[in-house]
């Protein structure tokens, strides 16, 4: 099946400082990408919609300049966490669409556990 | 309003025995599709099962089967010969539409322990 990466798989940073992850759609074309964001024991909240070329769309309550989405390419999104705080910390996770059929493809990254101390 | 309601934060079952989990959904858009993925420790989501709207048979892939009852708007997750390595999270998932920028929405999820 299709494979989506994510780099990096984990990482921790200080407090104001701004943490870049990338995801990666290896073997397809990813039209349209997904971050997800996840505190412990629950489940995915949807943080904003990204369209190569374009500006992602964001969901009501995320900050759109301290998360920074770029979807520069068919095969990359990235996401700024900027000035990150301790309550930034969580499980962000992406996922992307192909350009194909529109039924089940859709695929996510392994995730990345962000910690900010 | 809940899209996705999963109302099992937890479930044990008996190793080599059949379990269900639930999922209920709303939603008035015509085409939609419906989504089970396996969460393990690990985070990793994945894609167990998928059942379309004007899909006219329940799912099935291997252990797993999607019980269909779109009058009754639910779509369940059987799991059949539970092995330990089921244990995990399991969200059920739905995207309405067929636009390709269309985004999951996820229920709270369950947590499967499976007992040896």
């Known amino acids: 099946g299709a494979v989506v990466s994510q780099h990096p798989s984990r990482v921790i940073c200080k407090s104001g400082t701004s943490v870049k992850i990338e995801c990666r759609s290896l073997d397809f074309q990813a039209t349209t990408m997904f971050w997800y964001r996840q505190f412990p024991k629950q489940s995915l909240m949807l943080m904003a919609t990204s369209n190569e070329g374009s500006k992602a769309t964001y969901e009501q309550g995320v900050e759109k300049d301290k998360f920074l989405i770029n979807h520069a390419s068919l095969t990359l999104s990235t996401l700024t966490v900027t000035s990150a705080h301790p309550e930034d910390s969580s499980f962000y996770i992406c996922?992307?669409?192909?350009?194909?059929?529109?039924?089940?493809?859709?695929?996510f990254g392994p995730g990345t556990r962000l910690t900010v101390t | 309003a809940q899209k996705i309601t999963q109302t099992q934060p937890g479930m044990f079952v008996q190793e080599k025995e059949a379990v269900t989990l639930d999922c209920t959904y709303d939603?008035?858009?015509?085409?939609?599709?419906l989504f089970w993925y396996k969460q393990p420790s690990s985070g990793e989501m994945i894609f167990l099962i998928y059942q379309g709207s004007y899909d006219q048979q329940n799912a099935t892939e291997g252990r797993y089967s999607l019980n269909f009852q779109k009058a009754r708007k639910s779509a369940n997750l059987v799991i059949s010969a539970s092995q330990l390595g089921d244990s995990a999270m399991y969200f059920c998932?739905?995207?309405?539409?067929?636009?390709?920028?269309?985004?999951?929405?996820f229920g709270k999820g369950t947590r499967l322990s499976v007992i040896a």
């Open positions: 939603t008035s858009d015509p085409s939609y599709g």
């Open positions: 996922s992307a669409r192909g350009s194909g059929r529109a039924s089940s493809e859709q695929y």
């Open positions: 998932a739905m995207r309405e539409g067929w636009a390709g920028n269309t985004p999951l929405v």
